[in-house]
Antibody
């Protein structure tokens, strides 16, 4: 069965860095685009970043562009999110999600359980 | 970038039908997908594409689109359907995705 397991969250001071990981299993990881989505406490979902199945293209939300970097290791079935220059407003649960595309229909068909990042001094 | 607009809260009587809407220009180009999220849990996909349900999602959930508005309809709402519902689509640029603000559904 498809499993996505995030790790790497924690408490970090403003301006510091953190790297999140998402370990994938149960499907051919190298065939799917992967996303990071976050949710601040008590707020809605916010799309963060996408990386294509082969890693050649990456796109970011304006709120994280230039500070966050998404990458993947298809040989180890792992997705990463390198977060630099963290701000208090980056505090959120971070989810990784698999993208499913059928024609003009796109969706996130599987999600991890999330990892909490708290940016605080 | 595009945005998707959802009503913050909707209520429905047990057993009745409720429609949750999502409005945005990107919906003229891309289908919305809908996610159910219960407290402390990860989102779960309930509707995608024109009107597709993943395996395990009850058939009381359905979706539709008209112009720039996507709708999620729950027919015969059950108590366990009380949750937050989020819509999502690829944005008009094609390189970003966007979520609506979410709708909190209360079952009375």
């Amino acid at each position: 069965q498809v499993q996505l397991v995030e790790s790497g969250g924690g408490v970090v001071q403003p301006g510091r860095s953190l790297r999140l990981s998402c370990a994938a299993s149960g499907f051919t990881f190298s065939s799917y685009g992967m996303h990071w989505v976050r949710q601040a406490p008590g707020k809605g979902l916010e799309w963060v970043a996408v990386i294509w199945y082969d890693g050649r293209n990456k796109y970011y939300a304006d709120s994280v562009k230039g500070r966050f970097t998404v990458s993947r290791d298809n040989s180890n079935n792992t997705l990463y999110l390198q977060m630099n220059s963290l701000r208090a407003e980056d505090t959120a649960v971070y989810y990784c999600a698999r993208e499913l595309q059928i024609g003009f229909a796109y969706c996130f068909d599987y999600w991890g359980q999330g990892t909490l990042v708290t940016v605080s001094s | 970038s595009s945005e998707l607009i959802q009503d913050p809260a909707v209520s429905v009587a047990l057993g009745q039908t409720v429609r949750i809407t999502c409005q945005g220009d990107s919906l003229r180009s891309y289908y919305a997908s809908w996610y159910q999220q219960k407290p402390g849990q990860a989102p779960v996909l309930v509707i995608y594409g024109k009107n597709n349900r993943p395996s395990g999602i009850p058939d009381r959930f359905s979706g539709s689109t008209s112009g720039n508005t996507a709708s999620l309809t729950i027919t015969g709402t059950q108590a366990e359907d009380e949750a937050d519902y989020h819509c999502n689509s690829r944005d008009s640029s094609g390189n970003h995705w966007v979520f609506g603000g979410g709708t909190k559904l209360t079952v009375l």
